[in-house]
């Protein structure tokens, strides 16, 4: 492919992207293809002799288009936003288009310090501790990672090296602290850094508390353990519950423990004032997360992380050599939403879902179990095999995407707004789908 056809292909790619944006309402928000679909579809080996752009334009629409689940559908309900803006998806595009990188051997200067900006403009938008910025005087600063499993997972080899150089202690002794609540990654990086990680239970609102986490510390200390990191969670994942990093911070503190935030969704809250209430206790963390790819309005992937001393952890705080410019289109975004469209859209969305309550409130016959940020968990009255029978009714229908979760060992409906296209008509759309499915 030359330049000239780069042009073509490229200028009929963007149009093809805002044809699916202007349409993607129409759409069946999740795909009807079989497991397998694509295996005949397409021939077992690549073409010997390239195909034109044109060829593959419209194998697109005939191979791949059918299987795919629209995120961005105004249905989709499901899980947590994958973020995506106009801003977002140009700035990808860019970065793939300079195609540079950046490694610790050879950092590009454009790319290294744009993202230590932005990350500073991060911090300052979520009222994020001082001693995070890259700018200050000490040795915080905070960088751009995959994904919030990963940062989840750097945070806790850093916590572990940290305890190990200062007490010598024996690996297999470690041993760290989550809720049952956190997210399944959490889990997944104590098999991976070999740290034991305690589960521990919640409250009633789904949230650690300081209580029970000293409990499990002491406990430990007494079998002759050695607590290495807490990995708290700001907005979970099942019900957006928030720990009590209040309690838990000075905990961390008086037992020298690395205290991780993990603030995936809800941390792009924080850029709205009157949600930062829930992030008390905050200025105890070593490291903190939010995924600006979530709910940032900034395209997967971009993972937001600081440390509070980021000098001493440079051998922890990143798994691959080469560095994408992420940077980029997290710039584009910040640049043409400003801070005060990023919070126009957080608060529209969280008012969409307290309207979606309301809808569910007003009907006798549901009950709301948990409601927070963009997220309600709602269920019919009664036995769950009533929820279970609604909720195979919707998956069999396709019209609106929501997933089961557990709550309280009750099943739940989560409902979640995640696409910027959602407006007031779709919850109500969704509202009469979920309403004329019970029996
Ligand atoms: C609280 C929390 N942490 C971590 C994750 C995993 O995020 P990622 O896909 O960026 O690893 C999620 C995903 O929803 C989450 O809700």
Same mark, same amino acid.
């Given at each position: 492919?030359?330049?000239?056809?780069?042009?073509?292909?490229?200028?009929?790619?963007?149009?093809?992207?805002?044809?699916?944006?202007?349409?993607?309402?129409?759409?069946?928000?999740?795909?009807?293809?079989?497991?397998?679909?694509?295996?005949?579809?397409?021939? *077992?080996?690549?073409?010997?002799?390239?195909?034109?752009?044109?060829?593959?334009?419209?194998?697109?629409?005939?191979?791949?288009?059918?299987?795919?689940?629209?995120?961005?559908?105004?249905?989709?309900?499901?899980?947590?936003?994958?973020?995506?803006?106009?801003?977002?998806?140009?700035?990808?595009?860019?970065?793939?288009?300079?195609?540079?990188? !950046?490694?610790?051997?050879?950092?590009?200067? *454009?790319?290294?310090?744009?993202?230590?900006?932005?990350?500073?403009?991060?911090?300052?938008?979520?009222?994020?501790?001082?001693?995070?910025?890259?700018?200050?005087?000490?040795?915080?600063?905070?960088?751009?990672?995959?994904?919030?499993?990963?940062?989840?997972?750097? *945070?806790?080899?850093?916590?572990?090296?940290?305890?190990?150089?200062?007490?010598?202690?024996?690996?297999?002794?470690?041993?760290?602290?989550?809720?049952?609540? !956190?997210?399944?990654?959490?889990?997944?990086?104590?098999?991976?850094?070999?740290?034991?990680?305690?589960?521990?239970?919640?409250?009633?609102?789904?949230?650690?508390?300081?209580?029970?986490?000293?409990?499990?510390?002491?406990?430990?200390?007494?079998?002759?353990?050695?607590?290495?990191?807490?990995?708290?969670?700001?907005?979970?994942?099942?019900?957006?519950?928030?720990?009590?990093?209040?309690?838990?911070?000075?905990?961390?503190?008086?037992?020298?423990?690395?205290?991780?935030?993990?603030?995936?969704?809800?941390?792009?809250?924080?850029?709205?004032?009157?949600?930062?209430?829930?992030?008390?206790?905050?200025?105890?963390?070593?490291?903190?997360?939010?995924?600006?790819?979530?709910?940032?309005?900034?395209?997967?992937?971009?993972?937001?992380?600081?440390?509070?001393?980021?000098?001493?952890?440079?051998?922890?705080?990143?798994?691959?050599?080469?560095?994408?410019?992420?940077?980029?289109?997290?710039?584009?975004?910040?640049?043409?939403?400003?801070?005060?469209?990023?919070?126009?859209?957080?608060?529209?969305?969280?008012?969409?879902?307290?309207?979606?309550?309301?809808?569910?409130?007003?009907?006798?016959?549901?009950?709301?179990?948990?409601?927070?940020?963009?997220?309600?968990?709602?269920?019919?009255?009664?036995?769950?095999?009533?929820?279970?029978?609604?909720?195979?009714?919707?998956?069999?229908?396709?019209?609106?995407?929501?997933?089961?979760?557990?709550?309280?060992?009750?099943?739940?409906?989560?409902?979640?707004?995640?696409?910027?296209?959602?407006?007031?008509?779709?919850?109500?759309?969704?509202?009469?789908?979920?309403?004329?499915?019970?029996?």
């Amino acid at each position: 492919m030359n330049c000239a056809e780069f042009r073509k292909f490229g200028k009929e790619i963007i149009d093809y992207i805002a044809d699916y944006c202007d349409t993607i309402r129409q759409r069946q928000v999740v795909s009807s293809v079989e497991p397998g679909y694509l295996k005949n579809l397409l021939p *077992a080996e690549a073409p010997e002799a390239g195909d034109s752009w044109p060829q593959v334009l419209q194998d697109l629409n005939r191979v791949i288009a059918p299987g795919l689940t629209h995120w961005h559908s105004p249905n989709f309900h499901a899980y947590y936003p994958t973020a995506n803006s106009y801003p977002g998806i140009v700035g990808e595009l860019l970065s793939a288009g300079l195609g540079i990188i !950046s490694t610790d051997q050879f950092p590009n200067p *454009a790319c290294v310090e744009l993202e230590r900006k932005m990350m500073d403009w991060l911090a300052k938008i979520l009222d994020l501790p001082k001693e995070f910025m890259n700018s200050s005087d000490g040795p915080g600063g905070g960088f751009i990672q995959n994904a919030a499993s990963e940062s989840t997972l750097v *945070a806790l080899l850093a916590a572990k090296n940290r305890i190990i150089l200062e007490t010598g202690v024996e690996e297999g002794n470690l041993v760290a602290y989550t809720s049952e609540q !956190s997210n399944s990654s959490v889990e997944k990086a104590g098999l991976l850094a070999s740290v034991t990680m305690r589960l521990l239970r919640t409250d009633e609102k789904g949230q650690l508390r300081g209580e029970v986490l000293k409990e499990a510390i002491n406990e430990d200390i007494r079998m002759g353990l050695t607590p290495c990191c807490v990995i708290a969670t700001l907005g979970t994942t099942g019900t957006c519950s928030f720990d009590q990093l209040d309690e838990i911070g000075p905990i961390c503190q008086q037992f020298k423990i690395w205290l991780h935030v993990d603030a995936a969704y809800a941390g792009s809250a924080f850029a709205c004032p009157e949600y930062r209430h829930l992030m008390k206790g905050v200025e105890f963390a070593d490291s903190f997360n939010f995924n600006p790819h979530k709910w940032m309005l900034v395209n997967s992937d971009c993972s937001a992380m600081w440390f509070r001393d980021i000098q001493s952890n440079e051998l922890f705080i990143q798994i691959p050599d080469s560095r994408r410019f992420r940077a980029l289109k997290l710039w584009f975004v910040l640049r043409i939403y400003g801070v005060e469209g990023i919070r126009t859209h957080i608060r529209g969305q969280i008012a969409l879902a307290k309207f979606f309550q309301c809808l569910v409130e007003s009907d006798q016959r549901f009950e709301v179990c948990t409601a927070s940020m963009g997220l309600v968990c709602f269920r019919l009255k009664g036995e769950d095999g009533r929820t279970k029978e609604l909720l195979d009714r919707l998956a069999k229908r396709k019209n609106i995407f929501v997933m089961p979760y557990y709550y309280q060992s009750r099943l739940v409906i989560r409902f979640v707004i995640c696409s910027r296209f959602t407006e007031e008509k779709d919850v109500v759309f969704a509202w009469r789908e979920i309403k004329s499915q019970v029996e």
